[in-house]
């Protein structure tokens, strides 16, 4: 049981360049979240999924897209990568049954941008 | 928006002591409440959650309190061991608006 997979694991850009994150789930989950992890400040929300087909901006969504590719994958776009976006990425995915469910994480991407 | 303030951001104990950390968060809607572990090189781990409708729930060593009231909760975690040594975060959730407090290093030293 893999839960949530994530690809790569590490990554290295150059400034301008461009990039897509892979995630894909396969607990059967409606909802999928992208996340950044930067030293001190916790996991912030980058854009979420609640549904296939849709897709909404979360607290920190600016130089990111996200496609929803189908139930199962979900993933997240760089088209120039800064070097403001080194950072660990994490996807994440949660069951239904309302909002009193945990958040499933993926194990990260870890990104630098030079 | 929710804002989520975790303290201490590090914490070291001696083996077989408790550690608490405690959050505080700011949207009186926040109805569930989880605590994650991250160790080193890996995503999070959910330890322990509470729902706004309870007031205390253990698991084993660990426990988590919630004062909606003061709208703070608290991770409790007795007789430490070697291997609880981690990241913890607790968050604040609200439909699809989960927020993280900062993190607090734990370390147990032998």
């Known amino acids: 049981n893999a839960g949530v997979t994530q690809t790569p694991k590490f990554q290295v850009l150059k400034t301008g360049q461009s990039m897509t994150l892979q995630c894909a789930q396969d607990?059967?989950?409606?909802?999928m979240y992208w996340y950044r992890q930067d030293p001190g400040m916790g996991l912030r929300l980058i854009y979420y999924s609640a549904s296939e087909g849709t897709t909404d901006k979360g607290e920190v969504p600016n130089g990111y897209n996200v496609s929803r590719l189908n139930k199962r994958e979900f993933s997240l776009r760089l088209e120039s990568a800064a070097p403001s976006q080194t950072s660990v990425y994490f996807c994440?995915?949660?069951?239904?049954?309302?909002?009193?469910?945990?958040?499933?994480f993926g194990d990260g991407t870890r990104l630098s941008i030079l | 928006g929710e804002n989520v303030e975790q303290h201490p951001s590090t914490l070291s104990v001696q083996e077989g002591d408790s550690a608490v950390i405690k959050c505080t968060y700011s949207d009186s809607a926040s109805n569930y409440f989880p605590w994650y572990k991250q160790e080193l090189g890996k995503g999070p781990q959910l330890i322990i959650d509470?729902?706004?409708?309870?007031g205390e729930k253990k698991d084993q060593r660990i426990a988590v309190t919630l004062n909606k009231t003061a709208k703070h909760f608290s991770l409790h975690i007795t007789e430490t061991q070697p291997e609880d040594s981690a990241v913890y975060f607790c968050a604040a959730s609200e439909v699809n608006d989960m927020r993280f407090g900062a993190g607090t290093r734990l370390t147990v030293k032998p």
């Open positions: 994440a995915s949660k069951g239904t049954g309302g909002n009193n469910q945990p958040q499933h």
């Open positions: 607990m059967n989950h409606n909802s």
């Open positions: 509470i729902r706004s409708n309870v």
